[in-house]
């Protein structure tokens, strides 16, 4: 029995209908362990400080302790990881385990894709989505590999996943004849 061209993969074959992939950062965790940490204090402050001290402070400080482990806890879990999902379609980010934010981005809009080896949280200001006018939009949740797509109207959009260079073969492939396909460039 021979094995036909099309059960080794060969050049010809049409892309896969879809590609999945994630990235995780574990340092977030540790950010969110401080950020419930800082809710636990505002509420022991809430329920055991003698009140007899001034309320207005100890209200105040409740608060603060709240609220600010509120922004650490849910801010920092938003982006413990990204899932990334292309078909024939769209690129699909999602951020986090509620998958919250989302960015779709019909591949009718992406003119290029290219594989960076190295995207740094650094370069973008942070962790998480991020702006930047001389760069463009990104979602970055670790360093490492990443996509960077260039759309029809000239922006970019940057996104930190594993096996980032399956995906830039599935993106080009979907793409319509004729799209620039870029190179491997360090952001």
Same mark, same amino acid.
Request: net charge positive; aromatic share 6%; glycine share 12%.
């Given at each position: 029995?021979? $094995?036909?061209?099309? $059960? /080794?993969?060969? !050049?010809?074959?049409?892309?896969? +209908?879809?590609?999945?992939?994630?990235?995780?950062?574990?340092?977030?965790?540790?950010?969110?362990?401080?950020?419930? *940490?800082?809710? *636990?204090? @505002?509420? %022991?402050?809430?329920? =055991?400080?003698?009140?007899?001290?001034?309320?207005? !402070?100890?209200?105040?400080?409740?608060?603060? &302790?709240?609220?600010?482990?509120?922004?650490?806890?849910?801010?920092?879990? *938003? #982006?413990?990881?990204?899932?990334? /999902?292309?078909? /024939?379609?769209?690129? %699909?980010?999602? &951020?986090?385990?509620? @998958?919250?934010?989302?960015?779709?981005?019909?591949? +009718?809009?992406?003119?290029? +894709?290219? #594989?960076?080896?190295?995207?740094?949280? &650094?370069?973008? @200001?942070?962790?998480? &989505?991020?702006?930047?006018? %001389?760069?463009?939009?990104?979602?970055?949740?670790?360093?490492? %590999?990443?996509?960077?797509?260039?759309? @029809? =109207?000239?922006?970019? #959009?940057?996104?930190?996943? $594993?096996? !980032?260079?399956? +995906?830039?073969?599935?993106?080009?492939?979907?793409?319509?004849?004729? !799209?620039?396909?870029?190179?491997?460039? *360090?952001?």
């Amino acid at each position: 029995m021979t $094995d036909h061209p099309r $059960d /080794k993969g060969q !050049a010809g074959d049409p892309p896969p +209908a879809l590609w999945t992939g994630r990235a995780t950062n574990r340092l977030q965790w540790v950010l969110a362990a401080a950020g419930a *940490a800082c809710m *636990a204090l @505002g509420i %022991e402050l809430a329920v =055991d400080a003698p009140w007899t001290s001034g309320v207005v !402070a100890l209200l105040m400080s409740v608060i603060g &302790c709240v609220a600010a482990g509120l922004l650490m806890l849910f801010g920092t879990l *938003a #982006f413990v990881h990204v899932a990334v /999902k292309v078909d /024939k379609d769209a690129m %699909e980010v999602r &951020c986090g385990h509620m @998958g919250v934010p989302r960015r779709r981005i019909p591949l +009718a809009q992406v003119v290029g +894709a290219e #594989f960076v080896p190295k995207v740094t949280p &650094c370069h973008w @200001g942070g962790w998480g &989505c991020r702006w930047r006018p %001389e760069q463009g939009t990104a979602v970055i949740v670790r360093r490492g %590999e990443g996509i960077v797509l260039t759309l @029809g =109207d000239g922006r970019t #959009f940057t996104v930190t996943v $594993d096996d !980032a260079e399956a +995906a830039v073969r599935v993106i080009r492939d979907h793409l319509r004849p004729g !799209a620039s396909t870029g190179t491997t460039t *360090a952001v």
